[in-house]
Structure formats: C-alpha cells, structure tokens
Nanobody, 123 residues
Framework: QVQLVESGGGLVQAGGSLRLSCAAS??????????MGWYRQVPGKQRELVAT???????KYADSVKGRFTISRDNAKNTVALQMNSLKPEDTAVYYCNALVQLQISRSPNVYWGPGTQVTVSS
C-alpha cells in the first residue's frame, strides 16, 4: 500500500558528501506520516538508527553522525532527505528509508521500509 523509493547512494571518498532522498507514496491517500527517518545496516550487524524527523520537525540523530549529517523533510511532498557530510569509511552501509504512516484517521499507523541504497566511503 505504501512505497518508499530511495535515491542518492553511491561511492564517495572519505571527507566527501552524499545526499540521500526518499519519497513516500500510496495507492490511495495518506492521512499523515508521523515520523520519517534513515537507518543503516552492514553485513553481520543489526540495523541501526541514523536519523529521524517528526512531522513537527523534531529531529534525532545517532551520536556517530551528529554534526555531520542533517535530516530534513517536506511534509507536503512526503519526502525526507539526509545530507551526509564529512563521510567516513565507517559510514559504509546500506541505508534504508523508514516511515511511520497513517493511511486513515481511523487506522493505526504502520512502519514501512524502502529497499535500501548502498553508500560506500573509500579511505
């Protein structure tokens, strides 16, 4: 019912920048997207939070990315972006877009995930 489409991953040298984008869409209407965010995962490790932003603009960041990454969203377009600066090799991972979506006011919100986009930072 809800699709999250990510873009912007790739290969970059350490110290460089990348910008990830994610757009949410549904076959019908979307009542609200309470939270949008980004998580990342490397092989053999659990998926971890990178950053989230509420519909009201409240942000949360992992300690490892504070001061380097900035999350932003456009509520009207149902999009979220992650600007990643001063990238480090340890930022290499598959990055997943995440959204807590409420399709109708009478229904509980559900969590949706994008397919993931690879970010590789070379040293």
């Amino acid at each position: 019912q809800v699709q999250l489409v990510e873009s912007g991953g790739g290969l970059v040298q350490a110290g460089g920048s990348l910008r990830l984008s994610c757009a949410a869409s549904a076959s019908g209407s979307i009542y609200s997207i309470n939270v949008m965010g980004w998580y990342r995962q490397v092989p053999g490790k659990q998926r971890e939070l990178v950053a989230t932003v509420t519909s009201g603009g409240v942000t949360k960041y992992a300690d490892s990315v504070k001061g380097r990454f900035t999350i932003s969203r456009d509520n009207a377009k149902n999009t979220v972006a992650l600007q990643m600066n001063s990238l480090k090799p340890e930022d290499t991972a598959v990055y997943y877009c995440n959204a807590l979506v409420q399709l109708q006011i009478s229904r509980s919100p559900n969590v949706y995930w994008g397919p993931g986009t690879q970010v590789t930072v070379s040293s």
